[in-house]
């Protein structure tokens, strides 16, 4: 997948909006299913969304589901994550990480993993801080 780099982050109020991009440099990014991870102070990293190569399929923890929303354009190598609602829970390190290509028809509609090791390539992170 090559280089992946976030941006988008800062310092927000909750109940605020922040939108993170996260552009690849590799032209197989239309085949890679796509995730966003965070790591909060002395946290372990914990999964936030993921995306099916084609976009079909998204899947959110249930810590934002409802507030947050994952989305890709593979004409533009870029991944998305709108976060709505911003709570101080939210503040951490945000990831955007790429998981191993696909070539079925099937995987391409749904692959969306969430679990870290699933997951090839990393980028260096956005800091998001949510304040009071």
């Known amino acids: 997948q090559g280089r992946l780099v976030e941006s988008g982050g800062g310092l927000v109020q909750a109940g605020n909006s922040l939108t993170l991009s996260c552009v690849a440099s590799d032209r197989t990014f239309s085949s890679h299913p796509m995730g966003w991870f965070r790591q909060g102070p002395g946290a372990e990293r914990e999964f936030v969304a993921a995306i099916s190569p084609s976009g079909f399929r998204e899947i959110y923890s249930d810590s934002v589901k409802g507030r947050f929303t994952i989305s890709r354009d593979n004409g533009k190598n870029t991944l998305y994550l709108q976060m709505n609602d911003l709570n101080l829970n939210d503040t951490a390190l945000y990831f955007c990480?790429?998981?191993?290509?696909?070539?079925?028809?099937?995987?391409?509609?749904?692959?969306?993993?969430?679990?870290?090791?699933?997951?090839?390539?990393w980028g260096q992170g956005t800091q998001v801080t949510v304040s009071s």
């Open positions: 990480a790429a998981s191993h290509s696909v070539t079925g028809m099937t995987e391409l509609m749904s692959a969306a993993p969430n679990a870290p090791s699933e997951y090839e390539y």
